[in-house]
């Protein structure tokens, strides 16, 4: 079945550094990948969504210059969370669709990311 | 507004069945979705409607009335590994997904 893989699984990073994450589509094309956040015992807040080689579409409420989001290929999305602070403390996870405009059908496992 | 309303938590013993509402409110419907969380893991699809009626597979069932704006999860023969959040997400016309909070389902011996 279609396999989303997200690097790293954890992070802890000191406060005003920044953090990248990796989704990687393993055997399917991502066309459209779609970047969450889930604090704990709260359901998932979709932050943005991104088409392959096209700019991100952000949620209302996320800083796109503090979460930065790159598409450039269609196997490939990074999200990199800038200038950290102890409140992007998060459990981060991407989510892919083989379809432009899909449903995030496959989950990536997720990054558990501690700013100290 | 959008909304998505679904229990809190539910606890049910091995073995048994367990069904999981949800209710959601959506500016047009382009289906519903539900999901399995284990605890710090990502979710997982489990199953998709967009009409009307009762889709089976396996020990997992998924209902849709959308006339009123209702789905439930059924699990059969529950097992312990079945501990988990589920995920109800409805698709409204722009295709965007409604997430509800989820429902921590807790399977006792």
Redesign the interface.
């Known amino acids: 079945g279609a396999v989303v893989s997200?690097h790293p699984s954890w992070v802890i990073c000191k406060s005003g550094t920044s953090v990248k994450i990796e989704c990687r589509s393993l055997d399917f094309q991502a066309t459209t990948m779609f970047w969450y956040r889930q604090f704990p015992k709260?359901?998932?807040?979709?932050m943005a969504t991104s088409n392959e080689g096209s700019k991100a579409t952000y949620e209302q409420g996320v800083e796109k210059d503090k979460f930065l989001i790159n598409h450039a290929s269609l196997t490939l999305s990074t999200l990199t969370v800038t200038s950290a602070h102890p409140e992007d403390s998060s459990?981060y996870?991407c989510?892919a669709s083989a379809v432009r405009?899909g449903?995030?059908?496959?989950?990536?496992?997720?990054t558990?990311l501690t700013v100290t | 507004g959008q909304n998505i309303d679904q229990p809190t938590e539910m606890t049910a013993t091995e073995g048994a069945i367990v069904q999981i509402n949800c209710t959601y409110q959506t500016s047009g419907f382009n289906?519903l979705?539900w999901y399995q969380q284990h605890a710090?893991?990502?979710?997982?699809?489990l199953s998709?409607n967009v009409l009307d009626g009762l889709e089976e597979k396996g020990r997992f069932s998924s209902f849709l009335s959308r006339s009123k704006g209702y789905s439930y999860l059924l699990l059969k023969e529950l097992q312990m590994k079945d501990s988990a959040s589920y995920?109800c997400a409805a698709?409204d016309s722009n295709?965007?997904?409604i997430?509800?909070?989820?429902t921590k389902l807790i399977i006792k011996p």
């Open positions: 997200q709260q359901s998932l807040m979709l459990f996870i989510s405009g449903s995030p059908l496959h989950f990536g496992n997720g558990r | 289906g979705f710090g893991e990502a979710p997982t699809f998709y995920l698709m295709y965007q997904l997430w509800g909070a989820g």
